[in-house]
């Protein structure tokens, strides 16, 4: 489980926290998605969860944040990164420089654990698999496309195997084939027990995979349940979300005086 | 493990162990300022040089490379080295004050030599040996792993700032910088490309930074490895016999022996 309790976070230099106690609570096996708009504190979020702020972005931190019941605060970050992983939305950045093949790209993090061979070795293939990748893995990843790049970031946190996953957009890049990639594999690794934290701008993709949704405003948790419910609040738009194309449909549909039997038949053909 | 990891190059030189190929590039420099006159650096480019060369079938792109490599330092030295030698009496030719002698000229051919040799001695081991490869036989042998990734990732920079140069050229000469003309506005046109180029580079760094730290990479110890160059006792025989002939020719040059060496 990560626990958030009553973060304040402020980075170095600026005038205002970036986050306003903020608690949150991921279980075991849950997805939860991470919304708001630009500048509301959900890569900082991010940041603070997977434990790189203040580590290595600097800034303080009240609160404290809690892997599994064990408070973070005394370890290093190369102690959590087995533990906990994160993906950043822009994927040039994410691939380590180092790598010439893919497959040595995405064997990276686990190489730095000190993780054996042969355990490496399967954790590799294994990652690329998960998001089908595999006829990539010996090309040069500065070569491959934003969105190539995204899968390959991906992969290599998956290679890592950590129990608690951190996605600050991870699909920004990512084309629709690629992002239900994507949503396919995170689903899974929820499946398998993983807790995963989504930061997305496509609620559809929310949508689809998310158990719970927590909405930021201005750095503070503002709305915070589950997932169908919060997609469908009304106050959602007012915080510069974009509901999912089944929310805005259904209400286009009330404000047309669409009978809800004809809804729920546009709804059904839309969805297969 | 993937049949594409550590792919044996096509020759034998290819093969030859990262640090085998160093060690011979360091020692034909060595050895090249050890040396003098003609023969000496002519046998060491045709035995350390030449020979790999055509065994690796790169002749033709060693020569290339190391005349791009040397060709303006060359021109200087026999210049300035055939015009203004101090010492010089036999005099060749004049052009006004200007005298070009022949003990210049014989002491510009022989810095030639050696700067050939030495740029051939580089670009064999460039051209033969891949950078991840060299690196990975180091971390092997107790590089530290941050030293070999400083070492590699700047390497690998070289090519993805080229390419993000390009990108913001093509950006701005759509946006109506002129790039091309005279050397006077290709010189104006470099600011505006190397402000972005640089700044987005630096801009880079902290997320790069970042995704490192949640990849382990700060971890202390060894990390471990994929893959690795093969190694022989051969070639580690080799190396030493390479690294014992520097204080040799030291020691011979110290006796006045053997008087070919110049």
Known sequence: ?272 | MPSFLGTPGPSGVHRLNPLTKAVLAAVTTALAVLVGGLIGPAVLTALAVILPALAARILGRLLRTALLLTLPIAVSVLLVNLLFFPAGREILFQVGPIRATAEGLRFALETLARIGAISGAITLFYLTTAPAALVLDLERRGVSPRVAFVVLASVQTVPAMVERAVTITAAQRARGLDTEGSIWRRLRGVVPLAGPVLLGSIAEVEERTMALEARGFTRPGARTLLWWPSDTPLQRVVRWLLVLAVPLLIAARALGLPGWLG
């Open chain 1, 1 to 272: 489980m990560l626990t958030l309790e009553r973060v304040t976070y402020r980075y170095a230099g600026a005038s205002h926290p970036s986050l306003r106690e903020v608690s949150v609570e991921l279980r075991a096996g849950e997805v939860l998605g991470l919304v708001g708009a630009s500048e509301a504190g959900k890569t900082t979020l991010c940041l603070v969860a997977s434990g790189l702020a203040p580590r290595a972005a600097g800034g303080t931190l009240s609160g404290r944040v809690l892997l599994d019941g064990e408070d973070t605060a005394p370890l290093a970050m190369h102690e959590l990164a087995g533990r906990i992983g994160i993906a950043f939305a822009s994927p040039a950045t994410q691939l380590s420089g180092v790598a010439t093949t893919v497959y040595e790209e995405v064997a990276f993090g686990p190489m730095n654990l000190g993780v054996p061979r042969p355990e490496l070795i399967a954790r590799t293939d294994e990652a690329l698999a998960a998001l089908r990748i595999e006829p990539l893995a010996d090309r040069d990843p500065a070569q491959l496309s934003g969105g190539q790049q995204q899968l390959v970031a991906i992969a290599g946190l998956l290679a890592l195997r950590p129990a608690h996953l951190v996605l600050d957009e991870p699909t920004a890049h990512l084309d629709p084939a690629g992002t239900e990639m994507v949503a396919t594999a995170l689903a899974g690794l929820a499946a398998d027990g993983a807790s995963i934290l989504v930061a997305e701008q496509k609620t559809d993709l929310l949508a689809g995979i998310c158990s719970r949704i927590v909405a930021l405003d201005a750095g503070r948790a503002v709305l915070d349940g589950l997932a169908a419910e919060i997609l469908a609040d009304p106050r959602l738009v007012d915080l510069g979300v974009a509901p999912p194309a089944a929310v805005r449909l259904r209400r286009a549909a009330a404000d047309a005086g669409l009978p809800p039997a004809a809804l729920a038949r546009l709804e059904g053909a839309l969805a297969g």
